[in-house]
């Protein structure tokens, strides 16, 4: 088997008590593998003793942590772990030992990655400077066959991911710009993957340039200037699509506190005018801290978009993208009038970090979001790309 990552992967090594929000406080099941729970009920001693008293068995036989007011009991309060501390790493659960790092099985490929979750890794992704790019090795794994997994179609999806990294790279057009260059190939994709035409998916990605790219703008351009998204309301819309991250089930108190000055500040004290303005102000602040947002955009296509091999939903992924985008921007520009109108790479670090843990880390949270993309109007394809279009112009 061969491992593929991002180019920052290895970069990351946990900084344990001079993190600031420990992994170990998040209010998450922390799980523990058989392998590991076994070891534990070995242990003799006082330290076996306290971490027996910490376990219990859900309903279902799964043995976890038992949490303290969201708290690992065997967090210190130096913020070192007890069992880090005293037995060394490699007596850690696979989650505890794993965690930020994720993993994705594709044929004789395993993908991993460090998540936004971890300030330390959400530090390393966002503040890459380097043009993406993915770094493959060899993995002391056996392929385990899968008989869902179509390598020929997952050939395809890899290399339509390529070209989605590239469009991101492109830095002479707005984020707005490449994110409707995304959004447009994948609703094609998705239109030829539902009629089973891989032939015609094929050629579409293997021909695929920058005469593409310059032609979705235009033509993008064009309906603007016709007056086909005069119907939409910028402000209006976004409200609709925080809509969908509300519905999502609450793990921690800042993202309820965050979304609701989101809500607030830009869709209940603003008219639409002062949006703008205040969009526009914002924009202008972190021009030169674009890259930013397209580590975090490349990140997400990275951790999601291959997910399509199985799932066959491309359009879903790109939707993802845009409506991550809108969130983390007025997120963004909330702290942004919070802090005195001052927006440091430190609050975008925060924001990331919020953001991931309430929308990435459950399952069901996730789910949620995919389900609002099928069913509310909102996340049609025209309408998300003419929310990114007036947007655009707006600033």
């Not at 005018?273 to 674009?290: C, D, G, K, P, V």
Request: aromatic share 14%.
């Amino acid at each position: 088997m061969r491992l593929r990552v991002p180019f920052y992967y290895n970069d990351f090594h946990c900084i344990t008590d001079r993190c600031n929000d420990n992994c170990c406080v998040g209010g998450w099941e922390i799980d523990i593998d058989e392998e590991t729970y076994d070891y534990y009920m070995s242990l003799e001693g006082e330290l076996g003793e306290t971490i027996r008293n910490s376990i219990v068995t859900s309903e279902d036989g799964e043995h976890m942590f038992k949490l303290n007011n969201g708290h690992c009991p065997l967090l210190l309060d130096s913020g070192l772990c007890k069992v880090h501390a005293e037995l060394g790493e490699e007596h850690l659960g696979v989650v505890c030992s794993q965690f930020p790092r994720y993993s994705e099985y594709f044929g004789e490929y395993k993908e991993s990655g460090i998540g936004l979750a971890c300030e330390e890794a959400a530090r390393i992704v966002l503040s890459a400077n380097e043009k993406f790019s993915l770094v493959e090795s060899e993995l002391d794994e056996e392929v385990v066959e899968d008989s869902e997994f179509d390598k020929e179609y997952a050939d395809i999806i890899f290399a339509a991911r390529d070209i989605i990294f590239k469009i991101l790279e492109k830095k002479e057009l707005l984020i707005h710009e490449r994110l409707a260059c995304i959004l447009e190939l994948s609703d094609k994709m998705q239109d030829l993957i539902n009629e089973d035409d891989y032939e015609g998916l094929n050629a579409l990605i293997s021909s695929y340039d920058q005469s593409d790219v310059e032609t979705t703008l235009m033509s993008i351009n064009r309906e603007y200037e016709d007056g086909r998204f005069d119907s939409l309301s910028e402000t209006e819309g976004i409200r609709s699509i925080i809509y969908a991250y509300e519905d999502m089930e609450v793990l921690n108190e800042e993202w309820e506190r965050d979304i609701k000055d989101v809500v607030f500040k830009f869709h209940e004290a603003l008219t639409i005018e002062e949006y703008y303005t205040y969009n526009s102000r914002f924009f202008a602040l972190i021009q030169e801290r674009m890259d930013e947002y397209k580590n975090l955009l490349q990140y997400f296509v990275f951790r999601y978009f291959a997910k399509a091999i199985y799932d066959h939903d491309v359009l879903s992924k790109a939707k993802m993208l845009v409506t991550n985008f809108f969130v983390i921007k007025e997120m963004d520009m909330a702290k942004w009038i919070d802090k005195g109108w001052n927006f440091t790479h430190e609050d975008q670090l925060d924001v990331i970090h919020v953001f991931s843990r309430q929308v990435e880390y459950s399952e069901e949270n996730m789910e949620v979001l995919y389900e609002a993309f099928i069913f509310d109007e909102i996340f049609e394809k025209d309408n998300l790309m003419g929310l990114l279009w007036i947007d655009s112009v707006s600033i």
